[in-house]
């Protein structure tokens, strides 16, 4: 390894897996899009592997896993940015899966109120999905500090 990313090693770990703090609008698209491509990249690596190599292919997932959660990390101290705590953060995070999980058993049903009831269930979660887009990724964040820390740079 070389000796510069050795030394950068810390503060690249610290910068992807920690959950407190705040995060700007520049540095969380640049984080989230690379995370997104790592992601995709392992996902694609480990569909490969399992093609090629059957079921031990299929250790290439344990790589995903951390991206994740470095994508749970960046998401929540973007949401710390714009002065939200994490029960916001799971309403548009985590909220959008229950409700169309909920939606969907609804839909699947014979009968045609609760099916119109889950499509409306649905157009609710696309509603999260995208109040949480427009919130974590274009509203500037707190200029002021808050009570997740000082404001970040960008």
């Not at 344990?62 to 029960?87: C, E, K, Q």
Request: glycine share 12%; hydrophobic share 60%; charged share 10%.
């Amino acid at each position: 390894m070389c000796p510069e990313l050795a030394q950068k090693l810390p503060a690249i770990c610290r910068q992807l897996f920690t959950f407190e703090g705040r995060l700007g609008r520049l540095p969380f698209w640049k984080l989230y899009l690379l995370l997104f491509a790592l992601g995709a990249v392992v996902w694609a690596a480990g569909l490969f592997a399992v093609i090629a190599f059957g079921a031990a292919g299929g250790l290439v997932f344990v790589l995903f896993p951390p991206v994740w959660i470095s994508l749970v990390s960046i998401t929540l101290r973007r949401a710390h940015d714009r002065n939200h705590g994490i029960a916001w953060w799971a309403l548009v995070q985590v909220g959008p899966l229950a409700v169309g999980a909920i939606a969907q058993a609804m839909l699947e049903t014979q009968s045609v109120g609760l099916a119109w009831l889950g499509a409306f269930l649905s157009l609710g979660a696309v509603g999260l999905v995208l109040w949480g887009w427009v919130e974590l990724g274009f509203r500037k964040g707190d200029v002021a500090p808050n009570r997740f820390g000082a404001a970040s740079a960008a």
